[in-house]
């Protein structure tokens, strides 16, 4: 069994950067791909980023150039570091592991998921 923790959401204004952290424990952090999603008011999650065990990554379309995941096999810890922030990117950020590759994460297939962290960016 796999307990992740986001930590890092907050208040920020338009333009300006955050950088979201998970930890994973109980299980081998190395052995999973690891990949983020966002959940906004009255919308369904959508697949932000993933990242498997070699470091290779995947971006949806609306964060790419804005957004860089990247992942710690030692601190057991990935990361989504996010600049240029939009009114459009406030919502609920989750973490999640799959035993898979980052094709089915990306298709929302996770083992583990993270309770999530509030993202809230002003205009």
């Known amino acids: 069994q796999v307990q992740l923790g986001e930590s890092g959401g907050g208040l920020v204004q338009a333009g300006g950067s955050l950088r979201l952290s998970c930890a994973a424990s109980g299980g081998t952090f190395s052995s999973y791909t690891m990949g983020w999603f966002r959940q906004a008011p009255g919308k369904e999650r959508e697949f932000v980023a993933a990242?498997?065990?070699?470091?290779?990554?995947t971006l949806s379309e609306s964060v790419k150039g804005r957004f860089t995941i990247s992942r710690d096999n030692v601190k057991n810890t990935v990361y989504l570091q996010m600049t240029s922030l939009k009114p459009e990117d406030t919502a609920v950020y989750y973490c999640a592991a799959s035993g898979g590759s980052r094709r089915r994460l990306e298709a929302g297939v996770g083992d583990y998921w993270g309770q999530g962290t509030q993202v809230t960016v002003s205009s």
């Open positions: 990242i498997n065990w070699t470091g290779g990554s």
